[in-house]
């Protein structure tokens, strides 16, 4: 799987966390509970208590006027709060970041988010004992949490697993080419390409000096050498998938071909790309 889509799998499921605190009812009433708030409303009293405890029904609510003490009912808007914006700096790591970093950083925060889920269950299993058992949890809302909870983190470890060595920039010297990374894992790193010298971009850390990990890449994708004379590169394709380049088109198979400096690369149409000086 491209690794992209790891990426916008975390960004969905970040931005999932809020809608599942906005739709879902985390405890709603039960029994006597709800037939006195239903009356209550019918006599024009107005309903005391919302019957399905949402984030927003929560953030609402006076809970001091339920007998709630101050330090839990701030732990509880605290958490709920917490839960939100905690999918949001999930979803915006991965929408801003590449490469293994951000997959790390955003596995560290779906278990951190974890233990906020697990702290927040706590606390509204206590605000269901100090209101006398009128608040019931909602298990179903909280089994779709967990399994939120789960591919986050199940895609976080995969999204490690399958991301590409990043690239550290170097300062090229005066008389080196550079092979910059303008999209993937590479991306924003720079490469010197000393003249003469050969580079080697393709998925086996063997056989070539840029490691990708595209499914688009082969082994030993292509070549790439700079010639300091005429500010040349030149490009030799290995691959089946084919190495592209801009208005070009698929390089041919196994032939040097000389591009200008700026011109970018691609492994196969729509893949890692490079731009070249």
Avoid at 61 to 73: C, I, K, R, W, Y
Avoid at 189 to 199: D, F, L, M, N, Q
Avoid at 239 to 261: H, I, K, M, P, Q
Avoid at 267 to 277: A, D, P, Q, S, Y
């Amino acid at each position: 799987m491209n690794k992209s889509i790891y990426k916008i799998i975390l960004i969905v499921l970040g931005l999932l966390h809020i809608a599942v605190f906005c739709a879902l009812p985390l405890a709603q009433m039960e029994g006597l509970g709800s037939a006195l708030g239903s009356l209550a409303g019918a006599v024009g009293m107005g309903d005391a208590l919302p019957e399905k405890l949402t984030l927003l029904a929560v953030l609402k609510m006076d809970l001091g006027s339920l007998g709630v003490d101050d330090a839990t009912a701030g732990m509880v808007y605290g958490i709920l709060i917490s839960a939100m914006v905690w999918g949001i700096i999930i979803a915006i790591v991965n929408l801003i970041s590449n490469g293994k970093k951000s997959s790390i950083a955003a596995l560290v925060m779906t278990i951190f988010q974890a233990c906020i889920y697990v702290g927040y269950f706590a606390l509204f299993s206590t605000l269901q004992d100090e209101t006398y058992g009128i608040y019931q949890l909602s298990t179903g809302s909280f089994v779709v949490i967990g399994v939120l909870m789960l591919v986050q983190f199940i895609v976080s470890i995969v999204a490690i697993a399958n991301a590409a060595p990043a690239a550290a920039s170097v300062k090229p010297g005066k008389k080196d080419g550079t092979i910059t990374g303008i999209r993937g894992a590479y991306q924003g790193a720079v490469i010197p390409v000393k003249s003469g010298e050969t580079v080697t971009i393709g998925r086996d850390p063997s056989v070539s000096s840029i490691v990708v990990k595209d499914e688009r890449a082969s082994r030993k994708h292509c070549e790439v050498s700079y010639n300091v004379e005429n500010n040349m590169y030149s490009v030799t394709d290995f691959s089946s998938n084919g190495t592209w380049s801009g208005g070009r088109g698929r390089l041919d198979y196994g032939t040097a071909v000389w591009l200008e400096a700026g011109s970018e690369i691609s492994i196969g149409e729509n893949g890692e790309t490079f731009r070249l000086g």
